[in-house]
């Protein structure tokens, strides 16, 4: 069980203010069933990472920017939380024209916490059924969504987790529906 996901090459959306654990644990889920990922973000170098919103928490080297990056490169995306995070996402249109790509690609997405309201930017929610940090549910709730309050939902391409409580369930169920959604791209 260890390689199912060999092959398969995973974008990690993510900007100033992702909540670490929301990152890096799902990205330690998928490199242990054998997916390369790639952090993508707005801006060259590194981001900083935070803890519960508030505490420093390090930073990720980002490998690439969003703006030179392509749904086509990637079998699926992870879309973290932090709540700074996902904000500066939704007012950029690279970060925005990446989602709305990937999503009408076909291919899985997965988001925790604050991370669905680049959904909700993207205008990609409408008739899903998603859960969320409860702070944003109303947000995903004017932009068509179905809300639940559920450790881990699934609805089509679409995982979805409420908090860094959830991320054991979340991680588990990202690499099943990860490893579900089929080949890896050509030369990944």
Request: hydrophobic share 40%; proline share 6%.
């Amino acid at each position: 069980m260890a390689h199912e996901l060999r092959g398969q090459k995973v974008a990690i959306l993510a900007a100033d203010g992702v909540e670490r654990v929301e990152l890096e644990q799902p990205r330690g889920a998928l490199h242990g069933a054998g997916a390369k990922t790639e952090v993508l973000s707005i801006h060259p170098g590194e981001i900083q990472a935070r803890q519960a919103d508030l505490n420093s928490a390090g930073t990720f080297p980002v490998d690439r920017l969003v703006s030179d990056a392509s749904a086509d490169d990637y079998d699926a995306l992870l879309l973290p939380g932090g709540t700074m995070n996902p904000d500066q996402l939704r007012v950029n249109k690279d970060a925005v024209g990446f989602v709305k790509a990937f999503v009408n690609s076909g291919k899985p997405v997965a988001t925790i916490c604050h991370g669905p309201w680049t959904l909700v930017e993207a205008d990609v929610v409408r008739g899903r059924r998603l859960t969320s940090w409860p702070s944003i549910r109303t947000d995903l709730r004017n932009a068509g969504a179905e809300v639940v309050d559920e450790e881990v939902v699934i609805d089509g391409q679409f995982t979805s987790s409420r908090s860094p409580a959830d991320l054991p369930a979340f991680c588990a169920a990202i690499v099943e529906q990860f490893a579900q959604a089929g080949s890896p791209v050509s030369g990944a």
